[in-house]
């Protein structure tokens, strides 16, 4: 019994040592691992607008985690390896056919990796190509704000021509709602006239849950537009509610034209932009708020013969406002409620300009005269609203977006548009969804450099070498550009999720060339050269580097193949970790230890022997003859 007790004690204490000499071995990657991938987050919690609101608490959160999880992978794992793992003198045989795979594939990745470093030159060569590769993706690949989510709601907005009745409106209104009736995956709908102006109008429909139909919201909005488009008499669109929480009224692309001009003039830049639009069919409902087709009636006051007949100017306004307009005279109550008391004609008595020439008009002495004697009535039309824009007057010139073309390429568009038609002394800006887009792009682009840039001050002080966190950081366009190839061979585009994701990978694909480097340093420090450490790490870290991508594609999978609500903006962050990693990781085994053969320092191993001897030395003096 005694003797089991020792052996059992004794195999305790040699586990213990084994999973101290593992943690010491890799402790350094593990901290430096764990402060890069917080760093990458970290600048997402400073980022302004709706992106900081957005992921201020997924930053923190992951950055958090991966604290944690590093804690923990210092102290809890180790603990539970000298417990938990066993030293097997025989294996099954799924186990070793597994392994017999492993050491056959490891075998081959160092015989391709001694091919490689013989032939550095074809290395660089291919780095460099793909870094040209991620960039030219990154400025063709389509961009918008973000993807459009199926959230089973499209409205059907609907415009009058300007002095429309509420009656006429409502009629197209009730059409629309026939052919939403007409649908199978309509669940309910519903109309309303009157908002925000007079002659607008909107028919909301809600489609039934995703699992109870086959078509996505997308492809219902497809099928209404020609729809709603032949209802003659009116303009009638539908729109899919934008993501983001943005006004769903508002159009994907608002470009605003500023000069300080009459608005006759603003009508004719603002007819020359919509003249290109149209050439253009990626727009579609295009459209302006300013229209100088509001009708109105120009009444002109003859003062003399006011005068003349001894009325006051003042009275015939007066009198125009209250029969016309109406007015409040008083209030009363009954029954307990109040009642506004408003004085106005009825409406068959103010519906044609040539009722007005039916009002009369008192004078001084309390008689009444004709309207028609003492004011001119002319028609005519103007704005219907005067805009500005920070301060100066404006027109803004709006667009829905056909299916497959984004607010980048249309925005891009809309520049070169207007350096071709409108004249140098007028000037141009974004509103709404294309303003969004702009903040949005100009905020994740500093934010990934400010990433990178604390990825390489922490790597430096951890490695307390400027020259190692280079070496790694030649991964980050391997993995960009798979990445962008994922998206575009998935149908996606870079947005404001995508680029969370290439964030979220910058931190992920670090990780391995952290493992190579960190471990090629450790083989340098017992005297081994530059080509030998790194191909021994290289080939001792395959495996780990192999298990860590593989698990986290496994887990990015779900994300890239999600359906539901909110599937449109998980997917693309998934397909950017698993195309990413996939890419990266085989790219990275062959450049990173090809670029520590060029950048890595010549005299580290016996610099760090010499320091070794000197801390000996100075802990135990030798003694000199004679003393």
């Not at 760093?39 to 607008?49: D, I, K, R, W, Y």
């Not at 013989?118 to 063709?140: C, E, H, K, P, Q």
């Not at 907005?157 to 709602?177: C, H, M, N, R, W």
């Amino acid at each position: 019994v005694l003797e089991n007790i020792f052996r059992n004690i004794e195999n305790g204490m040699g586990r213990i040592q084994a999973a101290l000499v593992g943690t010491r071995e890799i402790g350094f990657a593990v901290v430096a691992m764990t402060m890069t991938l917080a760093a990458v987050f970290a600048p997402l919690a400073f980022s302004t607008g709706r992106t900081g609101r957005l992921f201020i608490e997924f930053a923190l959160t992951l950055a958090g985690a991966v604290v944690v999880s590093g804690f923990v992978a210092l102290t809890l794992s180790p603990m539970m390896c000298s417990m938990l793992l066993r030293h097997e003198t025989s294996h099954s045989k799924i186990y070793n056919w597994i392994e017999r795979g492993f050491d056959a594939f490891t075998r081959g990745y160092k015989r391709l990796l001694i091919l490689a470093l013989d032939n550095r030159l074809i290395i660089v060569m291919i780095w460099l190509i793909t870094v040209f590769a991620s960039i030219g993706m990154y400025m063709t690949i389509k961009e918008e704000v973000a993807p459009l989510e199926d959230r089973g709601v499209i409205f059907g907005f609907v415009s009058a021509p300007e002095g429309s009745t509420s009656d006429y409106l409502v009629k197209y209104v009730q059409q629309i709602e026939g052919i939403y009736k007409t649908l199978p995956e309509t669940l309910v709908y519903g109309g309303n006239g009157g908002f925000p102006n007079v002659a607008d109008g909107t028919a909301l429909l809600r489609l039934k849950d995703w699992k109870d139909r086959t078509r996505s919201q997308g492809d219902v909005a497809k099928e209404l537009a020609p729809k709603l488009q032949a209802l003659a008499g009116v303009q009638a669109f539908p729109t899919q509610p934008p993501s983001l929480g943005a006004n769903p009224r508002a159009k994907p692309v608002e470009f605003v034209i500023l000069a300080a001009v009459p608005y006759e003039q603003m009508q004719g830049f603002v007819q020359s932009m919509q003249a290109e639009m149209q050439k253009n069919p990626g727009f579609v409902n295009i459209d302006t708020d300013l229209r100088m087709n509001t009708p109105e009636l120009r009444v002109r006051v003859n003062r003399d013969k006011v005068v003349d007949v001894g009325a006051n100017v003042d009275v015939v306004g007066r009198t125009l406002e209250t029969m016309l307009g109406g007015r409040l005279v008083t209030r009363f109550k009954q029954d307990g409620e109040q009642y506004d008391v408003i004085v106005q004609v009825a409406r068959d008595g103010r519906d044609t300009p040539e009722r007005i020439s039916e009002i009369n008009v008192r004078n001084r002495n309390g008689d009444m005269v004709p309207l028609s004697n003492l004011v001119t009535v002319r028609e005519g039309v103007s704005p219907r609203g005067i805009a500005h824009f920070q301060r100066v007057r404006a027109a803004t010139v709006n667009a829905n977006l056909a299916p497959g073309f984004t607010q980048g390429e249309a925005l891009a568009y809309m520049d070169a548009a207007a350096k071709r038609v409108l004249p140098a002394n007028v000037q141009n800006d974004l509103s709404g969804q294309a303003r969004e887009f702009r903040d949005s792009s100009s905020d994740i682009l500093f934010v990934l450099l400010l990433a990178i840039a604390f990825i390489f001050l922490v790597l430096a002080a951890q490695f307390e070498s400027f020259l190692d966190p280079m070496v790694i950081l030649t991964a980050l366009p391997l993995s960009a550009v798979g990445a962008l190839l994922a998206l575009n061979l998935t149908g996606n585009t870079l947005n404001i999720y995508s680029k969370i994701g290439l964030i979220a990978l910058i931190g992920l694909i670090t990780k391995h060339g952290i493992l190579i480097v960190e471990f090629s340093n450790q083989l340098r420090d017992q005297g081994r050269s530059i080509r030998d450490a790194v191909v021994e790490a290289a080939e001792l870290r395959l495996r780990p580097i192999l298990m860590t991508t593989g698990a986290m594609v496994l887990g990015a999978i779900p994300l890239a193949r999600a359906v539901g609500a909110g599937a449109e903006s998980r997917r693309v962050i998934g397909w950017v970790i698993v195309g990413g990693l996939m890419v990266g990781t085989v790219l990275t085994l062959f450049v990173v230890p090809t670029a520590y053969t060029l950048l890595a320092r010549a005299g580290r191993g016996a610099r760090e022997r010499e320091i070794a001897e000197a801390e000996t030395l100075a802990q135990h003096p030798v003694p000199i003859a004679g003393e």
